[in-house]
């Protein structure tokens, strides 16, 4: 029998099977689906008075200082980052990243109103928070997409140099989370401490180089 010829290169990116891409209902359904999950964990940071690190963090940062909406706070703050993206990552990969940055702005906002929460333990906020977060995280880093800010600087360290994204987000949000210090007391910043490397662990586990597949 006369051996099967091999798919062309760029229809299997040097894989031995063909490489699926996403729809825009892919990408739609993922943008919905990653900022809930980052939402609904950063619904239980704010309700037992965690931070996060990342540009999130930030504008969690901002809103306990000034009491200013959490929302506009986070696109606000992510409006620099977006050239960054643009540049490096490309016209779809911004595009996206606005949208779900507005999206997630957009969910915290409203979702104090959806959902009633009369007692949450911080460290329940804590773990499952930080893995709702990186949970949605690797769902809109695996449709070329993030939260902007430093999202997209560690995507594009990932694919230009190989280092894992969650090795380096880690580093980012400690120095943010020890920025945070005289806004918390130890507790809540030890928690939040829990928090950011239970969401970064899961973005170095689960998202790395040659993990995933699907552009």
């Known amino acids: 029998m006369k051996p099967t010829a ?4 760029d229809a299997t990116h040097g894989l031995p099977f063909p490489v699926q891409r996403h729809t825009w209902l892919d ?13 609904l964990g950063l619904v239980l940071f704010r309700h037992a008075g965690l931070v996060t690190g990342g540009t999130v963090g930030l504008a969690f ?8 909406p ?52 911080p460290m329940f906020a804590a773990v499952a928070g930080g893995l709702l ?6 769902i809109l880093f695996r449709h070329r997409a ?8 560690v995507l594009w360290l990932q694919e230009r140099f190989g280092w894992r994204a969650g090795v380096v987000q880690l580093g980012i949000d400690g120095a943010i989370l020890l920025a945070s210090w005289p806004l918390l007391d130890a507790p809540r910043l030890a928690l ?6 239970l969401m970064n662990v899961t973005l170095a586990i689960n998202h790395r180089p040659g993990r995933y597949v699907a552009f």
């Open 192 to 197: 939040s401490v829990l928090a950011a490397a």
């Open 146 to 153: 993030s939260l902007g800010g430093f999202n997209t600087l």
């Open 70 to 121: 959490f929302g506009p706070l986070v696109f606000a703050i992510n409006l620099p980052f977006y050239a960054l993206a643009w540049v490096r990552m490309g016209t779809a990969f911004t595009l996206k990243t606005v949208l779900a940055v507005a999206l997630l702005g957009a969910l915290t906002e409203a979702m104090p109103h959806w959902i009633g929460l009369r007692h949450v333990h």
């Open 27 to 39: 990408d739609a359904q993922a943008l919905l689906t990653g900022t809930l999950l980052v939402a």
């Open 133 to 138: 977060v990186g949970v949605g995280f690797i």
């Open 6 to 9: 091999p798919p062309p290169p």
């Open 61 to 68: 940062l901002a809103h306990y200082a000034s009491g200013l």
